[in-house]
């Protein structure tokens, strides 16, 4: 991949005559704490900012809650990994983990046909969003193929906005590549409406190529988000993994990127709604 082709590598994709699902290989998990070994259900990127991601037990935000938490940061002037060093080129810099598709089928390569997606995120007071940042894209959740999300939750830096959206891409033509363009932007939610607590996200999703395809967002038991239309890009179905935590890219210059953390906790995916 070339690290967000040039400012933005978002989510579904081109026109094709037929519908492509995914298989329905897989269903439910839970994922609450750092697994090791080659099966484990989620690992740290290559492209992490080195010791940028940890397992905490204490509430960041003062609740009644004892973990574990996943706690993701970027810092001023940093970038990339000594294994990787391909985000720092882009001014890119990141902390998260990726979904093992790997592991065999119970997380597979592709995600279940339908499925519904349920996490906890936190924004701390004075997160470093829209105007607080500098120039960039953040994206805090995506469903990745290898080459560019097909479907990412997202906001601009350095823009006078704190709207968070829901974005879907498409192949740029003739791409030698193959990398995406931004397709659809979804408003969600404005995100000093949630900053300083937890926020708990579900998230439904029909995954396909055609306009079958289907998103319903609900944030904190209200519904933000009624889409449809594709949700995958057909020349990139193959392999369709979650990735959580925080990413800003193509940054106007490391130096002015402002520090963050994110949190999350709860990560589960089911095949019925979950409880709101």
């Known amino acids: 991949m070339k690290v967000f082709a040039t400012i933005l590598v978002l989510l579904i994709g081109s026109t094709q005559p037929s519908t492509i699902h995914a298989q329905e290989n897989h269903g439910t998990f839970t994922y609450n704490s750092m697994e090791t070994g080659p099966r484990r259900a989620f690992f740290e990127k290559d492209r992490n900012l080195p010791n940028s991601y940890s397992v905490i037990r204490t509430d960041p935000f003062g609740g009644s809650g004892n973990g574990p938490v996943h706690r993701f940061e970027i810092r001023t002037g940093e970038c990339g990994s000594p294994l990787d060093q391909g985000d720092c080129s882009y001014n890119a810099v990141r902390s998260e983990l990726a979904e093992?598709?790997?592991?065999?089928?119970?997380?597979?390569?592709?995600?279940p046909r339908e499925a519904w997606y349920e996490w906890d995120i936190g924004f701390p007071d004075g997160f470093p969003f829209g105007p607080r940042q500098t120039r960039g894209y953040y994206l805090f959740g995506q469903w990745h193929n290898g080459v560019c999300p097909h479907m990412n939750f997202g906001i601009w830096g350095g823009r006078n906005s704190h709207m968070l959206h829901l974005r879907t891409s498409q192949i740029i033509p003739g791409h030698r590549h193959g990398d995406c363009q931004p397709d659809e932007l979804i408003p969600v939610i404005d995100l000093r409406e949630i900053?300083?607590?937890?926020?708990?996200?579900?998230?439904?999703?029909?995954?396909s190529t055609g306009n079958d395809g289907e998103v319903r967002v609900f944030v904190d038991g209200q519904q933000r988000v009624q889409f449809n239309g594709r949700t995958l890009i057909p020349e990139h179905v193959g392999r369709n993994h979650f990735d959580f935590g925080i990413y800003l890219a193509n940054a106007d210059s490391l130096r002015r990127v402002q520090p963050?953390?994110?949190?999350?906790?709860?990560?589960?995916?089911t095949r019925q709604q979950p409880p709101m």
Not at 260 to 269: P, T, V
């Open 100 to 111: 093992n598709n790997h592991r065999g089928t119970r997380f597979g390569r592709i995600q």
């Open 195 to 207: 900053e300083g607590r937890w926020a708990h996200f579900v998230v439904y999703v029909r995954w």
């Open 260 to 269: 963050a953390e994110l949190y999350y906790r709860d990560i589960r995916r």
